[in-house]
């Protein structure tokens, strides 16, 4: 169907006053500012130590079970899969990678999946507010308000959340929330960190873990980066990493 060049000026010109209009009532959102917002007072969070990380898998296949989600096409004994990079899917909220860099013989680890930003994203993008910051820590998300524009998936900077595009009536976006309601809201632990064999992975309040991770790094500079990532990254994150 064509259109005269007549209708087409007057569709931009009420698009451009709506928007105009929208800018001026109050309440609407407002362009972000640099003050860093700190997080909730006692917000939980996760320290995962790469130096010790081990690329077990253990926490992958944790997650899977309390998560309910299908099994993988190979099993979490299976660590070939370690040299690919993988990322987070709908039937896995978390993968470890692994990186040679300059020493193979000395590989590292990490851990990937929701790091549960302080101001998230996801939360800022999502017009019917499917996500939610909780004071608590963990980024959890409403899928009964969800209307799947998948806004969240373009805002988030570490490319975490996905989509179930293989249902077509009821699709979900899906991300890792950090076992709160299975787990976390009944005083327990995230179900990866209680599994870690090796103890890489620290569950606690966020001060306290970036006092734990200041420690470290104090007491042993050779074998840490003097750099706790999710410090201030992204305006900061309820997931830290030490390398």
Known sequence: MSISRRKFLAWMAAAGGA??????????????????????????????????????????AACNKVNELPAPARPFKDLTVL????RTTPAAFTV?????????????FRKNQCNRCL?????????????????????VYDESVCVGCRYCMVACPFE?????YDKALTP????????????????????????????????????DLLAMARERIA???????????????MGGTSWLYLS
């Open 19 to 60: 928007a105009a209009a929208s800018q001026a009532l109050p309440g609407k959102a407002r362009a972000a500012s640099n003050r860093y917002f700190p997080g909730y007072e006692g917000s939980l969070g996760v320290l995962h130590d790469s130096v010790l990380c081990v690329g077990c898998r253990t926490c992958e």
């Open 96 to 108: 470890v990678n692994r990186y040679d860099g300059a020493m193979p013989e000395h590989p590292v």
């Open 83 to 86: 040299s690919e990079k993988r």
């Open 172 to 207: 979900r976006v899906r991300k890792c929330t950090m076992c709160y309601d299975t787990r976390v809201r009944k005083g327990l632990v995230p179900g990866c960190v209680e599994s870690c064999p090796v103890g890489a992975l620290t569950f606690g309040k966020r001060e």
């Open 119 to 139: 101001e998230p994203a996801c939360a800022s993008a999502c017009f019917v507010k499917a996500f939610k910051k909780t004071p608590e820590g963990p980024v």
């Open 219 to 233: 007491k042993h500079p050779e074998r840490y980066e003097n750099h706790i990532y999710g410090e201030r990254e």
């Open 160 to 164: 975490i959340p996905t989509y179930e």
